[in-house]
């Protein structure tokens, strides 16, 4: 059973930067798509960004591009996401999540469709906060 951890959240001004990390153990991540959700106090949990497993292609939040940065080292076992010209608005829980393996190689699976419904991944991390604020 894959077990996935989340680190780097903190508290950053305005315009600031933060890496976030998501770490597996139990399965090799490198055999998984991995994406990036957020929840804000009081608010629905949303996709940010997603990677596919060979890191060939990449998915982003229209709130996050041009400012946010998805990438994976699978020899780490570990995908990142840089945060930069951050806003009081990136304020949230930040969560990585990965689908099922079963589903995601299965036979017209069409995963760039798919990348941010939160019922896709069957396995998430415990979350890290960040805090944009001045």
């Known amino acids: 059973q894959m077990q996935l951890a989340e680190s780097g959240g903190g508290l950053v001004q305005p315009g600031g930067s933060l890496r976030l990390s998501c770490a597996a153990s139990?399965?090799?991540?490198?055999?998984?798509?991995v994406g990036w959700f957020r929840q804000a106090t009081g608010e629905e949990r949303e996709a940010v960004s997603s990677i596919t497993s060979s890191g060939s292609s990449t998915y982003y939040a229209d709130s996050v591009k041009g400012r946010f940065t998805i990438s994976r080292d699978n020899a780490k076992n570990t995908v990142y996401l840089q945060m930069n010209n951050m806003k009081p608005e990136d304020t949230a829980v930040y969560y990585c999540?990965?689908?099922?393996?079963?589903?995601?190689?299965?036979?017209?699976?069409?995963?760039?469709?798919?990348?941010?419904?939160?019922?896709?991944?069957?396995?998430w991390g415990q979350g890290t906060q960040v805090t944009v604020s001045s």
């Open positions: 999540a990965a689908p099922s393996l079963v589903r995601y190689y299965s036979s017209g699976y069409r995963y760039p469709a798919l990348w941010n419904q939160e019922r896709e991944y069957e396995y």
């Open positions: 139990g399965s090799t991540l490198g055999l998984y798509a």
